[in-house]
């Protein structure tokens, strides 16, 4: 069966730097693209970023553009997100997420990671 | 970006009643929109794809509809498990895909 198992989170300083990774199996990494999304505590869903089955191509929203770089491995199949120049306001959970064409939807979750930006 | 509104934000109903919730984009996305569900504690659940048509293993009482701007989705007859917090997200116009705000269905 699909899982994702996401680890990496914690607790990081204003302008500290944090990695994501997401393990992948039960399905074939290399034909899904595969997302980011996240939740701050309390709050809805956020959509953070995207790299393409081959990580040719990759997306962000404008809130972590230039701070944070996703990534793939398909030897591995691991996902990662790097993060840099951490805010407060990126505290949140972190989910990756497999996307299903017609799409982007997002078909299968793992149970995410916290990120807690604080002094 | 395409901002989605989920109203009413809490909807109070009793097991076995039908539950509407709402989803408006603020520009068309054709039916180009999504349906999940999240129970406290857990990653969130796709019900809904292309504004219709249900995901794999979702219960028939579980519908959507609509089209352009203006989506719902439909609980026929509630089921406890039922319970929890759901989200529209559209995929027509992005990046970024975005999601709606919520609604959070609870025990009445």
């Known amino acids: 069966q699909v899982q994702l198992v996401e680890s990496g989170g914690g607790v990081v300083q204003p302008g500290g730097s944090l990695r994501l990774s997401c393990a992948a199996s039960?399905?074939?990494?290399?034909?899904?693209?595969m997302h980011w999304v996240r939740q701050a505590p309390g709050k809805g869903l956020e959509w953070v970023a995207v790299?393409?089955?081959?990580?040719?191509?990759?997306y962000y929203a404008d809130f972590v553009k230039g701070r944070f770089t996703i990534s793939r491995d398909n030897s591995k199949n691991t996902l990662s997100l790097q993060m840099n120049s951490l805010r407060a306001e990126d505290t949140a959970v972190y989910y990756c997420?497999?996307?299903?064409?017609?799409?982007?939807?997002?078909?299968?979750w793992g149970r995410g990671t916290l990120v807690t930006v604080s002094s | 970006e395409i901002p989605l509104t989920q109203s009413p934000a809490t909807l109070s109903l009793s097991p076995g009643e039908r539950a509407t919730l709402s989803c408006r984009a603020s520009?068309?996305?054709?039916?180009?929109l999504a349906w999940y569900q999240q129970k406290p504690g857990q990653a969130p659940r796709l019900l809904i794809y292309?504004?219709?048509k249900r995901a794999t293993g979702i219960p028939a009482r579980f519908s959507g509809s609509g089209s352009g701007t203006d989506f719902t989705l439909t609980i026929s007859s509630l089921d406890p498990e039922d319970f929890a917090v759901y989200y529209c997200?559209?995929?027509?116009?992005?990046?970024?895909?975005?999601f709606g705000g919520g609604t959070r269905v609870d025990i009445k």
């Open positions: 520009q068309s996305v054709s039916s180009y």
């Open positions: 292309d504004a219709s």
């Open positions: 997200q559209q995929r027509a116009n992005w990046p970024p895909l975005t």
């Open positions: 997420a497999k996307e299903i064409r017609p799409g982007p939807y997002f078909d299968y």
């Open positions: 039960g399905f074939t990494f290399t034909s899904y693209g």
């Open positions: 790299v393409s089955y081959n990580g040719d191509n990759k």
